[in-house]
């Protein structure tokens, strides 16, 4: 199925199986910044899947605009569906795949796909580790919030096999920002990072009292509650 076509057929399913007064509530939450179907989590993911064992899952050049055409598509749940697809064929992409996930963070950005997109960032990453340095940084240099956030918490789930110097180095650097998704994302990675090494984690932030407050705060949750 062409892309087009494909992204037609989606989108009639989720439209057919909708609920416009949830969709309002769904859109307030977001601070009506995207159109909503009303379709709840597992209603989306199970129709995804209905589509995906129909339909097929597109590949190389047909998966890309698939998914160009979904984030340009005015209802979010067409964005759930092309990262619900990308994140099924995630470990099959070229290198080169890392574009790809970079227009995706920066259109129609908001943290429900940055997030989300983060944790695919993550696992290419993994499979492609030269990739890393190169590209965060020029991510950290793009003065673009979603591409820094991302270079904060793409780690999230590497546990032991976190970058420890990479993860403290793009905090601080980042430590000046006002932004509440660069202040939270940090404590978010720092918190998680403290599961880990918790003794890494406090010691970095008693040395680093330039840390915004929230960064802090977010970032000592779980060593608080387990130290």
């Given amino acids: 199925m062409a892309p087009a076509e494909y992204l037609s057929h ?3 399913t ?4 909708g609920d416009p007064e949830r969709a309002q509530g769904q859109m307030a939450y977001m601070r009506n910044q995207f159109e909503y179907y009303g379709l709840k989590a597992p209603e989306w993911v ?10 097929g899952l597109p590949e190389g050049e047909n998966l890309q605009e698939l998914l160009r ?7 979010r749940e067409v964005q759930y569906f092309a990262l619900e697809m990308a994140q099924k064929v995630i470990k099959k992409q070229p290198e080169s795949f890392i574009h790809t996930l970079e227009e995706l963070i920066c259109t129609k950005s908001w943290w429900d796909t940055v997030d989300w997109i983060s944790k695919l960032v993550g696992i290419h990453f993994r499979r ?3 990739l890393t340095g190169p590209v965060t940084e020029r991510w950290m240099a793009s003065g673009n919030i979603w591409l820094q956030r991302v270079c904060l918490i793409f780690q999230l789930m590497y546990k032991d096999k976190t970058d420890e110097a990479l993860l403290f180095q793009y905090i601080l650097r980042l430590q000046g920002s006002r932004e509440f998704f660069i202040q939270k994302g940090a404590g978010w990675a720092l918190r998680q ?9 406090m010691a970095f932030i008693e ?3 330039g840390l915004p407050a929230l960064t802090k705060r977010e970032g000592l949750k779980w060593l608080k509650r387990n130290h």
């Fill in 10 to 12: 989606i989108k009639a």
């Fill in 14 to 17: 989720f439209r057919q199986k």
């Fill in 46 to 55: 199970a129709l995804s899947k209905q589509a995906f064992a129909g339909e």
């Fill in 69 to 75: 055409l979904c984030f340009e598509d005015e209802y």
């Fill in 128 to 130: 492609y580790p030269a």
């Fill in 193 to 201: 990072y403290s599961k880990t090494a918790p003794d890494a984690v």
């Fill in 207 to 209: 040395s680093n009292t």
